[in-house]
Each structure stands twice: as C-alpha cells, then as structure tokens.
C-alpha cells in the first residue's frame, strides 16, 4: 500500500472504541495476503498488541477489531 491507497478524510472514533481502533491501527502491517490478495488480519500478535495498548475488555475490543477489519476489506478488495 502507498499513501495514495488512503483516504484523506479524518475519521473520529468514539471513545468505548479507542483502545481497539489503537490496536487496529498498530495491526497495520500484520495483513495477509495469498494468492486472492488481502485476507484478513493475522491475529498472532494480538494479545501483545492488546497489553502493549492497555486494552480491558479484550472481548470487546476483538468484536470492534473484526468490524473494522471487515471495512477496511470490503474498501480493500473494492479498488
């Protein structure tokens, strides 16, 4: 990806969604990619990201995750 693959618009996140849109964007190189492209997320590194950000609720914040994750596919495999 290249700054041209991103979208200028600033984006505001909600407080209850901090901590995972932390996270989320710290994933931003953990993305796999097969034959098909993009995939999804490789999770692996997950629990250290989630104590490294200081996340509680890490069931929460995985459901958050997987809805952003999921965005940023759909807008991924639309170009």
Not at 17 to 22: E, K, L
Not at 38 to 47: A, I
Request: glycine share 6%.
């Amino acid at each position: 990806m290249s700054a041209a693959d991103y979208d200028p618009e600033i984006v505001e996140a909600w407080p209850d969604i901090w901590p995972a849109f932390q996270v989320f964007q710290a994933m931003g190189t953990q993305w796999r990619i097969g034959m098909q492209g993009v995939s999804g997320l490789d999770y692996n590194c997950l629990p250290w990201l989630m104590t490294l950000h200081g996340v509680d609720d890490e069931a929460s914040a995985f459901s958050d995750i997987r809805v952003m994750e999921s965005a940023a596919l759909r807008i991924i495999h639309s170009k």
